[in-house]
Nanobody, 122 residues
């Protein structure tokens, strides 16, 4: 089971760090991803990381502002979000991939956690 946390209400320009912790099983051998769904919009890819953190990829809208990382000893993946903008407002979801690699496609993630709401006021 996955649980995302760390969301909240912040002002534009602030930072937040989201965490996604797995319980009940280990995901250290699997790629992980973050996606987000803004109000009234489809869920979209944000960031992904392979099983050992060696490869990451980001949506263009967050590149240079967001950083995905993982701590396999803690069975946790993080999303550091800096310079937040109003358009980053969304429910953020973490997900576990089918395999050890990274992916930007939702269909490559069979396991999803509950989301955490990030609201950025301008």
């Amino acid at each position: 089971q996955l649980q995302a946390s760390g969301g909240g209400l912040v002002q534009a320009g602030d930072s937040l760090r989201l965490s996604c912790t797995a319980s009940g099983r280990t995901f250290k051998n699997y790629g992980m991803g973050w996606f987000r769904q803004a109000p009234g919009k489809e869920r979209k890819f944000v960031a992904t990381i392979d099983w050992n953190g060696g490869i990451t990829d980001y949506a263009r809208s967050v590149t240079s502002r967001f950083t995905i990382s993982r701590d396999n000893a803690k069975n946790t993946v993080y999303l550091q979000m800096n310079s937040l903008k109003a358009e980053d407002t969304a429910v953020y979801y973490c997900a576990v991939a089918y395999g050890s690699g990274w992916s930007v496609r939702e269909r490559d993630y069979p396991h999803w956690g509950r989301g955490t709401l990030v609201t950025v006021s301008s």
